[in-house]
């Protein structure tokens, strides 16, 4: 199915350990962002990239890295994870159309650090 | 910084009622406002939108109104339905810079049959 898709869905790590969220789109959108999604705080924008290989922070980037060699995946990797870092993560990625300017987003990751 | 400010956390409102959503906004320079709707387990879907030349948007039972000179925005829901019931998020961006959305917290609607 066409769509962005986020794997794992649901994870639990400890603290001081890498994590990867995987994030893939099928559209070829030129746009895509990571945000977490925290009670009371909304989503907040942790990174974006306009395009492969172009890559900036957001609000919130600190403790996070991500790359893009290619269009359709934009990864986020959390170098050592931390209790702070619990939360649930959602990829998107950015259509202009005759609608207007959409954020489409992938189902979400739901990240426990204990 | 909250840049958008979106109030109540929180509406119950029974089916067949409006459903009102407020945000206020402090970067003037934003001109693109959306309103995203979440059901539990799922990512936001955009909702509506509305650009700042315009004071209201309708499409279907949703309606944004705009007021450029408050800094504000809110959300109509016309005739609420149970189906409604979902967290909905205002934001809003500036295009000229990837439309780098920054949301509000966020209100969780729930409509009583």
Same mark, same amino acid.
């Given at each position: 199915?066409?769509?962005?898709?986020?794997?794992? %869905?649901?994870?639990?790590?400890?603290?001081?350990?890498?994590?990867?969220? &995987?994030?893939?789109?099928?559209?070829?959108?030129?746009? &895509?962002?990571?945000? %977490?999604?925290?009670?009371?705080?909304?989503?907040?924008?942790?990174?974006?990239?306009?395009?492969?290989?172009?890559?900036?922070?957001?609000?919130?980037?600190?403790?996070?890295?991500?790359? %893009?060699?290619?269009?359709?995946?934009?990864?986020?990797?959390?170098?050592?994870?931390?209790?702070?870092?619990?939360?649930?993560?959602?990829?998107?990625?950015?259509?202009?159309?005759?609608?207007?300017?959409?954020?489409?987003?992938?189902?979400?990751?739901?990240?426990?650090?204990? | @910084?909250?840049? *958008?400010?979106?109030?109540? @956390?929180?509406?119950? /409102? @029974?089916?067949?009622?409006?459903?009102?959503?407020?945000?206020?906004?402090?970067?003037?320079?934003?001109?693109?406002?959306?309103?995203?709707?979440?059901?539990?387990?799922?990512?936001?879907?955009?909702?509506?939108?509305?650009?700042?030349? *315009?004071?209201?948007?309708?499409?279907?039972?949703?309606?944004?109104?705009?007021?450029?000179?408050?800094?504000?925005?809110?959300?109509?829901?016309?005739?609420?339905?149970?189906?409604?019931? !979902?967290?909905?998020?205002?934001? !809003?961006?500036?295009?000229?810079?990837?439309?780098?959305? /920054?949301?509000? !917290?966020?209100?969780?609607?729930? *409509?009583?049959?």
């Amino acid at each position: 199915d066409a769509g962005i898709t986020q794997s794992p %869905r649901y994870k639990i790590t400890e603290t001081g350990r890498q994590v990867t969220l &995987m994030c893939h789109q099928t559209w070829s959108h030129s746009y &895509m962002f990571w945000y %977490r999604q925290d009670l009371g705080h909304g989503l907040r924008l942790i990174y974006y990239s306009a395009a492969a290989d172009i890559t900036d922070k957001g609000e919130v980037p600190d403790g996070y890295v991500v790359s %893009r060699s290619k269009t359709e995946n934009f990864p986020l990797t959390l170098e050592s994870a931390t209790r702070s870092q619990t939360s649930v993560y959602f990829c998107a990625s950015r259509l202009e159309d005759t609608r207007g300017d959409t954020q489409y987003f992938g189902p979400g990751t739901r990240l426990t650090v204990l | @910084q909250q840049q *958008v400010k979106q109030s109540p @956390q929180s509406l119950i /409102v @029974q089916k067949g009622g409006i459903s009102i959503i407020n945000c206020a906004y402090e970067n003037t320079a934003f001109d693109y406002f959306p309103w995203y709707q979440q059901f539990p387990g799922k990512g936001p879907a955009l909702l509506i939108a509305i650009r700042p030349d *315009v004071s209201e948007k309708k499409e279907g039972r949703f309606t944004i109104s705009f007021n450029k000179s408050a800094k504000q925005f809110s959300l109509h829901i016309m005739d609420s339905q149970p189906g409604d019931s !979902a967290t909905y998020f205002c934001a !809003a961006s500036i295009q000229f810079y990837g439309n780098k959305l /920054v949301f509000g !917290a966020g209100t969780i609607l729930r *409509v009583k049959s």
